[in-house]
């Protein structure tokens, strides 16, 4: 992964489409804290439109690498063709943090960090594209590129690697307590977060393993560092 941070990139949310409107005062303008959020997720939601006008939203795993985020689909998808042949799209990557409880259900709502970028991807080739795929792979599950077994070419075409440039992004994070209304702050109502997390599970071998080994410790040792999340008031 490389380690620029945008600096010379708008900031989010400062173009004319990114600017968060609504909630605005969730608007989050540190590029470095969306790239967290990015580097804390796994899937992402990216959207296309077919030749028949008709709009798709399409989870992927994916990584980001330095300014970009890069993922992976099948030559055969003509949704992810559409992406290749040049069509905008729009990707989201959202961390659910807690149910926000208020006292009424108007107020109730999400704690989550959530970024949107806006853009079109170019395909990658040759030794980028080997590169995007090691770092999919390796963002998904640390070290697991250097015991897999790699691409062969006939794998290696049936495979379409993206990236999606970071240039054009908004980042909206929601924390705090729920923000009833005066008149509700008296009810007999239960109001507060019930916080979420997301725990990696102990390992399951394949039953299928060609002899009985232990779980490596880069797998059983894996675990993601939460991101930093944004104090808010
Ligand atoms: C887990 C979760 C649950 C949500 N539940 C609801 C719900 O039930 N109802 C609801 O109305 N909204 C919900 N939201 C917020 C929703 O995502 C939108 O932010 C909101 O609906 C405002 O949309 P808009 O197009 O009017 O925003 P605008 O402020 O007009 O959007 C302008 C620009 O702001 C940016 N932007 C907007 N939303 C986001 C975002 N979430 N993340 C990053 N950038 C963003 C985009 O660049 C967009 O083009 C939820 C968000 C999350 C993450």
Same mark, same amino acid.
């Given at each position: 992964?490389?380690?620029?941070?945008?600096?010379?990139?708008?900031?989010?949310?400062?173009?004319?489409?990114?600017?968060?409107?609504?909630?605005?005062?969730?608007?989050?303008?540190?590029?470095?804290?969306?790239?967290?959020? *990015?580097?804390?997720?796994?899937?992402?939601?990216?959207?296309?439109? $077919? =030749?028949?006008?008709?709009?798709?939203?399409?989870?992927?795993?994916?990584?980001?690498?330095? @300014? @970009?985020?890069?993922?992976?689909?099948?030559?055969?998808?003509?949704? &992810?063709?559409?992406?290749?042949?040049?069509?905008?799209?729009?990707?989201?990557?959202?961390?659910?943090?807690?149910?926000?409880?208020?006292?009424?259900? &108007?107020?109730?709502?999400?704690?989550?960090?959530?970024?949107?970028? *806006?853009?079109?991807?170019?395909? *990658?080739?040759?030794? $980028?594209? $080997?590169?995007?795929?090691?770092?999919?792979?390796?963002? *998904?599950?640390?070290?697991?590129?250097?015991?897999?077994?790699?691409?062969?070419?006939?794998?290696?075409?049936?495979?379409?690697?993206?990236?999606?440039?970071?240039?054009?992004?908004?980042?909206?994070?929601?924390?705090?307590?729920? =923000?009833?209304?005066?008149?509700?702050?008296?009810?007999?109502?239960?109001?507060?977060?019930?916080?979420?997390?997301?725990?990696?599970?102990?390992?399951?071998?394949?039953?299928?393993?060609?002899?009985?080994?232990?779980?490596?410790?880069?797998?059983?040792?894996?675990?993601?560092?939460?991101?930093?999340? =944004?104090?808010?008031?």
């Amino acid at each position: 992964m490389t380690s620029t941070q945008g600096e010379s990139l708008p900031t989010p949310g400062s173009t004319e489409r990114t600017v968060i409107k609504r909630l605005g005062e969730k608007a989050v303008a540190d590029r470095r804290i969306g790239y967290d959020i *990015l580097d804390a997720g796994f899937v992402a939601h990216v959207s296309v439109i $077919d =030749e028949q006008g008709q709009p798709y939203v399409v989870p992927v795993g994916y990584a980001r690498d330095g @300014d @970009d985020v890069l993922f992976h689909g099948s030559t055969g998808s003509r949704l &992810f063709r559409g992406l290749a042949a040049g069509q905008p799209t729009c990707l989201t990557v959202t961390l659910l943090d807690g149910m926000v409880l208020a006292r009424s259900t &108007f107020e109730s709502s999400m704690q989550y960090r959530g970024v949107m970028v *806006l853009g079109h991807c170019r395909v *990658l080739e040759d030794a $980028d594209k $080997d590169r995007a795929l090691e770092v999919i792979t390796d963002h *998904l599950l640390p070290g697991r590129w250097s015991e897999a077994r790699h691409p062969s070419n006939k794998e290696l075409a049936a495979t379409l690697v993206l990236a999606l440039p970071l240039d054009e992004m908004s980042v909206k994070v929601s924390a705090g307590p729920p =923000e009833d209304e005066e008149d509700d702050l008296s009810r007999p109502i239960w109001a507060g977060v019930v916080p979420l997390t997301e725990a990696f599970g102990v390992p399951v071998s394949a039953p299928d393993l060609v002899e009985p080994f232990p779980v490596p410790d880069y797998v059983s040792k894996w675990r993601r560092p939460l991101p930093p999340k =944004e104090p808010r008031q």
